[in-house]
């Protein structure tokens, strides 16, 4: 073989490699609206930045006829490229390749990209669509998953790492995507498991769809193992570029900062009629983080879950913040178990990447009830309140009305190391509502008097009187417990120069192990 046969023969192994599974099992792919491992690749990075390893690998198995069976590859593409110009490291499984199952070699080229990602300190996005381990090699695909999950473990808080499910991701398969940062799922062609709809009838008698029991709506609205939903592949390519741009490459870097064209100084004169005057009513806390964030962007997660709570990524100009914000709109803003959950894990992995957190506070306290305490209000609480505390990136607070009882201090009050604490003028912060207050003060002074009209003057006097020396900001302002009051308008301003001020921010925990956040 001269050195053009030679040439011509890498051509032709590169372009069986590109075929994956055959051009039918890459029809029967695009059929059920999936894109391929490829597709999937060349719309997630910056065109032409793709660098493939390992299209050469097989598998090794010589059971079950495998032998006479090899695809270049096998089952999945691995590399690096470039997503807006910054290094990504990546998998792709290529479902046209037995199913996109998990061997050994297959493991290895996940393996060998993520301690390649590890060294260069960059982020590992890896695109699920596998039929599980390769049923073929048995225990040698356990252990394969079982490598990939230690090093999920170790690159957690290292590097940000991200999964994209685009198809089925059941069993053992589920745990790698569930130990990265962020999960996203393709809605109606993805779905998660840890056992399929013909087992859980075998074993409990329910009768499920796969849909029903682990689709992407299901996982975004109520288990919370989605973090984002797309309402198609593309969509969720792009959506994850867009995520990135709001991270550092790993824990050692800040967040990239960019340049910002929309005024810092620009004042929303809206924002001070945004409470409404009976501070029950709700109100969009949305609308508040789109008049002070740059250009109205806000990069939201966990949308469909837990929606009392929003929590997300934005820029105040241009540095990338993590937003964490009760909303008044859904359940009153209150704290309960998913709210305090979703929150906490957000407020962690910005405190990995020094991303710093702003906070937007109307919470009326924790949610009371029986489902809640037996569900374990008081230790989901409580990981909020860790994630808080422990966090040292620099963290400014903003209440706009409600501030109760435990809830006011779990969420980013000073005593938990809040940076910066500002409060519009319509904040309410206390030990609890005016309401509740006065039944417990006055339970037996209200007793002794039997007129109900006169009972009912003297429980609105009782509140006024109160409200005036608890449900405003300045008696926690004459404590130090709040450094400003501020004209609500002003807000987008106050956060810039906060966050300005903070961004030399130096502070360390005890050394340890590592912490024991209540899980
Ligand atoms: C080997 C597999 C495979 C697997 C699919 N294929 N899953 N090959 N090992 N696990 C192959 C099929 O034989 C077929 O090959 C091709 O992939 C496409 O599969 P289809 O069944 O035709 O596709 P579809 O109808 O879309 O169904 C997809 C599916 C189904 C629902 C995922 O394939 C399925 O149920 N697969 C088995 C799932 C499973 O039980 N996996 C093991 C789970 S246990 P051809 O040649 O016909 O194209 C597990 C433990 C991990 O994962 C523990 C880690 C800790």
Known sequence: MNSQDKVQKLIDLREKARKGGGKKRIEVQHSKGKYTARERIQILLDEGSFEEYDMFVTHRTHDFGMEAQHYLGDGVITGHGTIDGRVVYLYAQDFTVFGGSLSETHAAKICKIMDQAMKVGAPVIGINDSGGARIQEGVRSLAGYAEIFERNILASGVIPQISAVFGPCAGGAVYSPALTDFILMSDKTSYMFVTGPRVTKTVTGETISTEALGGAQMHASQS???????????????????????????????????????????????????????????????????????????????????????????????????????????????????????????????????IPIVTLVDVPGFLPGSAQEHGGIILHGAKLMFAYGEATVPKVTITLRKSYGGAHDVMSSKQLRGDINYAWPTAEIAVMGPKGAIEILEGKALKSIEEREEAQRFIEEKEQEYKEKFANPYEAAS?????????????????????????????????????????
């Open 224 to 354: 919370g193992l989605a973090h984002l939903l797309a309402k198609d592949e593309e969509e969720g390519l792009l959506m994850i570029r867009k995520l990135l741009c709001y991270m550092p490459q790993n824990n050692l870097e800040d967040p990239h900062v960019t340049e910002c064209n929309d005024p810092i100084d620009r004042l929303d004169d809206a924002l001070n009629e945004v409470i409404p005057d009976n501070s029950n009513e709700p109100y969009d806390i949305k609308d508040v983080i789109f008049a002070i964030v740059d250009n109205q962007e806000f990069f939201e997660i966990h949308r469909q879950y837990a929606m009392n709570i929003v929590v997300g990524f934005a820029k105040f100009n241009g540095i990338p913040v993590g937003m964490v914000a009760n909303q008044p709109n859904h359940m009153a803003g209150v704290l309960d178990i998913e709210a305090s959950r979703k929150a906490a894990r957000f407020v962690r992995f910005c405190d990995c990447f020094n």
């Open 479 to 519: 404590f130090g417990y709040i450094d400003d009051v501020i004209e609500p308008r002003n807000t987008r301003f106050r956060i810039v120069r906060a966050l300005r001020t903070l961004a030399s921010k130096k502070e360390m925990n005890p050394p340890r192990k590592h912490t024991n956040i209540p899980l």
